[in-house]
């Protein structure tokens, strides 16, 4: 399994950003793909999760009306809309999976919300 993020970057508040996470060595279309981020410091929280058809998402109450989690199972890649960012969205977001009970994560691409 391995799962790649880009997109991250720096943006002042207020401004979007688009993340995406390129998904490979496993039938991406079966599993729920999960955002989640890290800021220095604290634990690793989740943002966003997405069905395996796309069909449900769900949200932590810090991002909702504000993150948008999709999916294209052609592309095997899910992506994190991002608007209306906040200082505090700082960090580094990663994507994850469970497959066959093993969690996996991506390497991390770093969002700096500053002005």
């Known amino acids: 399994v391995q799962l790649v993020e880009s997109g991250g970057g720096l943006v002042q508040p207020g401004g979007s950003l688009r993340l995406s996470c390129a998904a490979s060595?496993?039938?991406?279309?079966?599993?729920?793909m999960r955002w989640y981020r890290q800021a220095p410091g604290k634990e690793r929280e989740m943002v966003a999760d997405?069905?395996?058809?796309?069909?449900?998402?769900n949200y932590a109450d810090f991002v909702k009306g504000r993150f948008t989690i999709s999916r294209d199972n052609a592309k095997n890649t899910v992506y994190l809309q991002m608007n209306s960012l906040k200082s505090e969205d700082t960090a580094v977001y990663y994507c994850?999976?469970?497959?066959?009970?093993?969690?996996?994560w991506g390497q991390g691409t770093q969002v700096t919300v500053s002005s």
């Open positions: 994850g999976t469970i497959v066959y009970s093993r969690e996996y």
């Open positions: 060595g496993f039938t991406f279309r079966w599993y729920v």
């Open positions: 997405i069905s395996n058809t796309g069909g449900s998402t």
